[in-house]
């Protein structure tokens, strides 16, 4: 089974145009995540959902709307799609840490959807 | 944040030992240090995570010292299927901070 799984995988569109993105993790995680990785291969995180709500929203733009329906959710939907978004988008999710030195916050991340804006 | 650097690039061959040094001069106290890879088409996979000292496990190990304002990722004996973008990351215990930097390629030659 696939732990953390985005579809589609592939996304071709044209400017203007509305689209999802689903993402589901089968891990139990409470945090789940959104990022972007540009054509020069940099990883920033978008959006960060903790047991459905929205904990960080890293200066994206309105057009990124996340929606979590529940825990194991984590779509991305994006509005009037420019050429600019083109980019591999990632989903992940890990445990909610606690304070301290001894825990793990491992990510586990799905295999990306590449978006393609024409 | 902690910012990291490491190099944009390393090439190595096969069997040897890789080591991939990361700075983190503005670390913070409750700041984990994680290392990632990431194979082309493919989303990053943890590979190892540390607070100080030492931490080994069955794929790499990772070197911290005592100021923690760096730390190195060893692979022993590495291997063709080794050639990746590894990252340093490091993060506040929540991980909700977490940064990805610009990450190191690894080249591994027969």
């Known amino acids: 089974d696939t732990a953390v799984s985005q579809t589609p995988k592939y996304l071709v569109t044209q400017m203007g145009n509305d689209k999802s993105i689903k993402c589901e993790q089968n891990?139990?995680?409470?945090?789940m995540y959104w990022y972007k990785q540009d054509s020069k291969k940099f990883l920033k995180i978008m959006f960060s959902?903790?047991?459905?709500?929205?904990?960080i929203n890293e200066t994206v733009p309105n057009r990124f709307s996340p929606k979590s329906p529940d825990k194991a959710h984590l779509n991305l939907h994006i509005n009037s799609l420019e050429l600019g978004d083109s980019a591999v988008y990632f989903c992940?999710?890990?445990?909610?840490?606690?304070?301290?030195?001894?825990?793990?916050?491992?990510?586990?991340f799905g295999q990306g959807t590449r978006l393609t804006v024409v | 944040l902690a910012k990291t650097t490491q190099p944009i690039s390393m090439d190595s061959y096969e069997g040897q030992e890789v080591n991939i040094t990361c700075s983190h001069n503005?670390?913070?106290?409750?700041?984990?240090i994680t290392w990632y890879q990431q194979f082309p088409s493919q989303g990053p996979r943890f590979i190892i995570q540390g607070y100080k000292t030492k931490v080994t496990n069955e794929v790499a190990s990772l070197f911290i010292p005592a100021d923690r304002k760096s730390s190195t990722l060893s692979l022993p004996r590495v291997s063709l299927s080794d050639t990746a973008v590894y990252y340093c990351?490091?993060?506040?215990?929540?991980?909700?901070?977490?940064?990805f930097g610009a990450g190191t390629r690894l080249f591994v030659k027969a």
């Open positions: 503005n670390i913070a106290t409750n700041d984990y």
């Open positions: 959902y903790n047991n459905k709500e929205l904990i």
């Open positions: 992940a999710s890990s445990r909610r840490a606690r304070q301290g030195p001894s825990l793990n916050t491992e990510a586990f």
């Open positions: 891990l139990g995680h409470d945090t």
């Open positions: 990351l490091v993060g506040d215990t929540g991980g909700f901070k977490t940064i």
